[in-house]
């Protein structure tokens, strides 16, 4: 077994089964972080690999995504602090330093130690496209790196037996001008259908072009015929206060046979708009991914930043962190347990969250400024200390709002009617969610027994017991209670955490970022994982930061959930998932 | 039932009774900067570390103007650590009928270093004055819908945060309903129309055909930074900027988000229903 480097205990038999399987098919492979590990792979060989990790160590396929390094120096992988690496040039800006031998990107084979030599070499002609496994039981992620020819902008579709790619390869298709091979419905999603040919991801396309305004023929769905079967259109702009999307029901009275999404209404440049910000703007951009989590967004943002720079933030710091992440979790589980009540017309119910809910809200403000939480997170840390009395004003609010929750559970308990509607509505079973990939509470609900914090933990999980609920009915009814357990946990995690507040620092500087580095940063949001991945570039800035929201990975559950079940249900059955439209779109 | 009842009557009544008394909102909330005008000495400390670019100046023959945006800022308060002439109030009620009055631009001469010597020009809004048509035809309408008001809400490309604040307007904390305002369904409904922005792409034809077919008269109110000014995302290739870029805007509520106390704040200013209050 191999040990040369300086990985989790849990990836280094997958990591030696890969070298014998692929032997010399597989070319550099690094470990910048040691839950981090990259594998340059040729493009045929992603399918093969894919299936290899599945099968054998049952590794999930968290995000695909792509580069455009054309006309990039560096990126054959020259990260610094692995045993055997030549040190990166400290700081500051400039070009890469070239090494002494001009450096190559040389196979490893069984035997070679890793090699730093690859530092600044140029990749010209050529896009990367990364695959992001997560190994959650052995607590370490398998990235797999390949690189498309320019000349030959093509990539092999792995949506026949990763459904969960499916729009994260149309996007990588829409965005960066590669064309999918083999996918099995290969149009347009991230780019609606009247979008000129562009490809906004390419690094010689500018982020300020000016195309022009909407226009064009309605977008063609796919036709539901039979007797009695008509088409229900529903959005982008939708009967309550919630963000944009189109839903296209096929029903037969009733029941939906068939629902169809169109989303994408709010793309927003954000990933392209990264790449133009200094790196500390960036963390505001995070927080405007999608507002109810701007916490966890900003701070799997700064988790990536900071691992690729290679700082740590401080202890205090990172119980910080922790209780404004479970602050989001509870003031966002909360107001959803009483859109779903209200949703089937329990409006009691919801008065008493929202009511709850605004405590919670008034008390972010009194932490941080900010009622979402905005403006709390920065790289090496958090801004703002919580001083003794806002702590003390913490635990009192953890206190009272204890019973008063459980009197609403009760009370939600109570209503027979309540329960009526949501039991056995919009039911996820367990096999489609794991098919689908679903992750966070939803797939939690239907006995996806996946949670970052205690798989990959980092701020100040590892320090504390809590339990992550996971139940297997995948109803609404399993959604809301999965949320009630959950805040009830967080109850109890804020409580351990203010029990033993680090003293200390609330930041550590960061100086400079070294550029061309890579870095993958990751959080358990309320809704599910959040993964940020970076490419730092010179001046401290980022040549390209990938954000990978779990609605993403979860729209596609509603599609199976409301299958069946009547066009009245689909509201509740939607905010049982909650999924973020603007998360998704970016 | 009984436990119904007595939940609700243990709860009590938690309504504000904003506007009528100021908004409750702790010391520590982060509203809007307040800028020390006549001793500001240089403005690109706090001009580089504004991720939204509200701050802003422009330097010509030996003059500096220097522009603060209310329109563009998210409160994050990063200016007020670079700079000790700005600093951050807990005042969130920042809603304006005209964009150029959340502009206040001052005009200072230069010295060699790059800092601001004096001060020249005092600081004033970029309001521009209306004509006695429009101003007569504003206060029309603000009459006529005052009474009883009805909301359309559009999110035309928002992060969902201004709409995370919108919907706490329904809660019985705030409860927009006391004033008779309601949110409604359908724009055919509806008085106003509620925008959050930044107006994407993708969303402007929507957004154009919601306002369509709302009747006249009508009011629309740009709401959070993103609404105001297009914020951090400003105009790009999927982006159309501010709301006013596509609809006439009668007010800006700035913010990201503004809160709920800033929101019943610019909503009332656009009816004409705010208390004096000394």
């Known amino acids: 077994m191999t040990t040369e480097f300086n990985i989790v205990a849990g990836l280094q038999r997958p990591l030696a089964e890969v070298r014998k399987m692929f032997r010399d098919r597989i070319g550099t492979v690094h470990a910048p972080r040691p839950n981090e590990l990259y594998v ?14 599945h099968r054998k160590w049952s590794a999930r396929l968290v995000s695909v995504f792509a580069d455009d390094v054309r006309d990039a120096m560096n990126t054959a992988f020259p990260f610094p602090g692995v045993d055997g690496l030549a040190s990166f040039p400290p700081g500051g800006s400039g070009a890469p330093a070239v090494p002494p031998n001009g450096g190559t990107t040389e196979r490893t084979g069984d035997d070679a130690k890793p090699r730093g030599v690859a530092a600044g070499v140029p990749h010209r002609g ?128 009733e029941p939906v046979l068939y629902l169809q999404l169109r989303m994408f209404y709010v793309h927003k440049g954000t990933e392209k708009l990264f790449e133009s910000l200094p790196v500390a703007h960036g963390v505001r951009l995070a927080e405007s991914i999608s507002g109810d989590s701007s916490f966890a967004h900003a701070t799997a943002f700064c988790h990536a930043v900071e691992r690729a720079a290679e700082i740590e933030p401080p202890p205090r710091a990172r119980a910080l962190r922790t209780l404004c992440l479970e602050l989001e979790r509870i003031y966002n589980h909360l107001g959803d347990i009483g859109a779903i009540c209200t949703d089937v017309a329990f409006v009691t119910a919801h008065m008493h969250a929202l009511r709850l809910k605004e405590r919670v809200m008034r008390l972010n403000e009194h932490l941080t400024g900010n009622r979402l939480l905005r403006g709390m997170a920065c790289l090496g840390g958090v801004r ?34 309540t329960r009526d509607r949501l039991e056995t509505t919009g039911v996820l079973t367990p096999d489609v969610a794991r098919d689908l990939g679903i992750v966070g509470l939803a797939g939690r609900a239907s006995g996806v027994d996946r949670d970052l914090r205690r798989d990959f933990p980092h701020a100040f999980y590892e320090q504390l017991r809590f339990d992550i609920p996971v139940l297997t009915a995948g109803d609404v009814q399993s959604r809301l209670a999965l949320r009630r357990e959950e805040i009830f946990q967080s109850f109890a995690i804020i409580n351990q955490v203010a029990a033993g507040m ?62 069946g079940n009547i066009v009245p249900d689909f509201p509740v059955v939607n905010k049982s998932f909650n999924l973020s439209y603007s998360g998704t779109d970016r | 039932m009984f436990n119904l009842l007595r939940e609700s009557l243990r709860a009590g009544i938690v309504t504000t009774s904003y506007p009528a008394t100021p908004a409750a909102v702790s010391p520590h909330t982060r509203g809007r900067p307040e800028i020390d005008w006549s001793g500001w000495r240089d403005v690109r400390p706090a001009a580089a570390v504004c991720p939204t670019g509200a701050i802003s100046h422009v330097d010509h023959d030996g003059r500096r103007t220097v522009q603060f945006d209310l329109g563009k800022c998210i409160f994050c308060g990063l200016c007020a650590e670079a700079d000790t002439s700005i600093r951050m109030t807990n005042i969130c009620e920042c809603a304006a009928r005209s964009r150029g009055d959340l502009i206040t631009e001052a005009g200072y001469t230069l010295k060699p270093d790059g800092a601001h010597d004096r001060m020249i020009s005092p600081p004033s809004s970029r309001t521009l004055p209306l004509d006695d048509v429009a101003r007569e035809i504003q206060a029309r309408t603000r009459k006529l819908l005052g009474r009883s008001l009805h909301i359309r809400e559009v999110d035309a490309g928002s992060c969902n945060g201004c709409e995370v604040e919108i919907v706490n307007l329904n809660s019985p904390v705030y409860d927009l309903e006391r004033f008779g305002i309601h ?63 596509i609809l006439p805007v009668d007010v800006y509520i700035p913010g990201c988000p503004p809160n709920p106390h800033a929101l019943l704040h610019g909503i009332l200013l656009a009816i004409d229903r705010l208390p004096e209050r000394t």
Not at chain 1, 44 to 52: E, M, P, T, V, Y
């Open chain 1, 40 to 53: 340059d792979i040729p493009l045929d060989l992603a399918a093969g690999f894919c299936a290899h990790l």
């Open chain 1, 126 to 253: 050529v896009f990367h496209l990364y695959y992001v496994y997560a190994l959650d039981q052995r607590h370490g992620f398998i990235i797999a790196r390949a690189a498309v020819p320019a000349d030959k902008p093509e990539f092999p579709s792995l949506t026949d037996a990763v459904h969960g790619v499916n729009w994260q390869e149309r996007e990588i298709q829409d965005l960066f001008g590669l064309k999918l091979l083999g996918h099995p419905n290969p149009r347009r999603c991230a780019l609606h259908d009247d979008w000129p040919e562009v490809f906004p991801l390419r690094k010689d396309f500018d982020l300020r072009t000016k195309l022009p305004p909407f226009q064009g023929p309605r977008h063609k769905f796919r036709e539901v015929e039979g007797e009695g079967v008509f088409q229900v259109p529903v959005g982008p702009v939708h009967a309550g206060i919630i963000e944009p999307g189109h839903f296209l029901f096929s029903v037969a009275g």
């Open chain 1, 384 to 417: 703002f200390d919580f001083d003794e009395s806002q702590l003390e004003q913490l635990a009192q609010l953890v206190a009272t709002l204890q019973p008063e929750f459980a009197a609403l559970v009760e009370l939600i308990r109570d209503s027979s009617g």
């Open chain 1, 502 to 563: 680090p003293d200390g620092p609330i930041r550590t500087a960061v100086g400079d970022i070294p550029p061309d580095r890579t870095a993958l940063g990751y959080v358990e949001g309320w809704r599910g994982e959040i993964f940020h991945w970076v490419r730092t570039a010179p001046g401290n800035r980022l040549a390209r930061c990938k954000v990978k929201d779990p609605s993403l990975q979860n729209w596609p559950a509603l599609t199976e959930a409301i299958l």
């Open chain 2, 183 to 245: 949110f409604v369904a359908s724009p055919r409904h509806a008085d106003m129309l509620l925008v959050t922005g930044p107006v994407t792409r993708n969303m402007e034809l929507a957004l154009k055909k919601t306002y369509d077919a709302m009747p006249a008269p009508r009011l629309v109110v740009a709401v959070g930074a993103c609404g105001c000014s297009g914020g951090i995302f400003g105009e790009n290739y999927a982006t159309r900027g501010a709301v006013d870029a």
